[in-house]
């Protein structure tokens, strides 16, 4: 993640000119994840991958490929992403529940995302000089329906009807695709955002360099909370909580993750010995879903709170291998 923070994230100081919410001193005592102290609860509602099959309640649909990635549900189909075993060749599809599936774009799982409504998926494509090309592609028909190029690293960070969320490394952007016209959100950098829920995390600066992340609206630039030492890797769908990170998370994932109100106040610790978390989503407005990789053994847990359980089977931990979908989205700083 260093490596690819400095470059991306190397951004003056910005004066904050409005109170936020610090990011509490103390919090509770972490809860360790292992598949012994913890209860088998239900599995994994909605779509999910188990190995490399899409399941979402009795639908299940395996993906032939080296490697997949689940973007989520458009519809009564899936989009799902593909590469080579080395991390090559990515392929965006649209598959049906009888496997059927649609190439929708030729580009990389993780520098593409869903939009928020199912409709549309948006790639990111830079170029030798890093600069960026947005594209979006309108799912139903697999037709390329706008495409903007940006002069400097930007990458898309969610999508919501005809607005595309665009960060980078000295602005936040909205991209308005039915006008082609871009609005300024924030004078920092953007680096996760949900557009529907109406928030949006910055840094300040780079983090590396004492910069610090904040949570704004994005409608009103309200700052909800602002820390030095977390990042954002989650919000919950209506913008109340977020899942952090350590802001220098480094390697394959953190080995630690904690839940927050919007505002910062402290509502769980979970961290992870000898492995580290993989993704880091809301299942409900309540629930935090993460895949933990262990030292021999990966599962899913489910924690509200301090309040966690074993949300799927036991699977054999992740042997890393180069080029593998472990990381490497567009949005690198909390990857």
């Known amino acids: 993640m260093r490596a690819l923070l400095r470059p991306l994230v190397a951004v003056a100081a910005a004066t904050l000119t409005a109170t936020v919410v610090a990011a ?40 032939a490929a080296p490697e997949v990635r689940l973007l989520g549900r458009s519809g009564s189909a ?90 980078s490394d000295t602005k936040t952007l909205i991209w308005t695709t039915s006008t082609d016209s871009v609005d300024v959100v924030a004078r920092d950098a953007g680096y996760v955002g949900d557009l529907s829920a109406d928030v949006v995390g910055t840094f300040t600066k780079d983090p590396y360099d004492g910069g610090c992340t904040v949570v704004s609206r994005i409608s009103t630039g309200q700052r909800l909370w602002r820390s030095c030492t977390e990042a954002v890797a989650a919000f919950n769908a209506d913008g109340s909580r977020i899942a952090t990170v350590g802001i220098l ?8 993750v904690d839940a927050r109100t919007i505002t910062g106040r402290h509502l769980g610790r979970y961290q992870v010995r000898s492995g580290w978390f993989g993704e880091i989503r809301f299942e409900s407005p309540a629930a935090l879903l993460l895949d933990v990789n262990g030292a021999r053994k990966a599962f899913s847990a489910r924690c509200v709170g301090t309040a966690c359980e074993r949300a799927s089977d036991l699977r054999p931990a992740e042997t890393l291998r180069a080029g593998a979908l472990t990381g490497g989205a567009i949005r690198p700083w909390v990857a």
């Open 249 to 256: 998370s480094d390697g394959p994932g953190p080995g630690r």
């Open 24 to 63: 509490p001193a103390s919090a509770g005592p972490a809860i360790t994840l292992t598949p012994g102290n913890l209860a088998r609860g239900a599995d994994v509602s909605g779509p999910h991958l188990e190995g490399k099959t899409v399941v979402d309640g009795s639908v299940r649909i395996k993906i």
């Open 78 to 167: 899936y989009v799902v992403g593909t590469t080579s075993k080395q991390g090559g060749h990515g392929r965006i599809y649209r598959v049906a529940a009888d496997g059927s599936r649609t190439l929708l774009a030729r580009a990389h799982p993780f520098e593409t995302l869903l939009s928020g409504d199912g409709a549309t998926i948006v790639n990111t494509r830079l170029d030798r000089r890093s600069n960026a090309t947005i594209s979006v592609y309108e799912v139903a028909t697999a037709t390329r329906v706008a495409s903007r190029n940006f002069k400097g690293y930007f990458g898309a960070l969610d999508a919501q009807d005809d607005r595309v969320l665009v960060g």
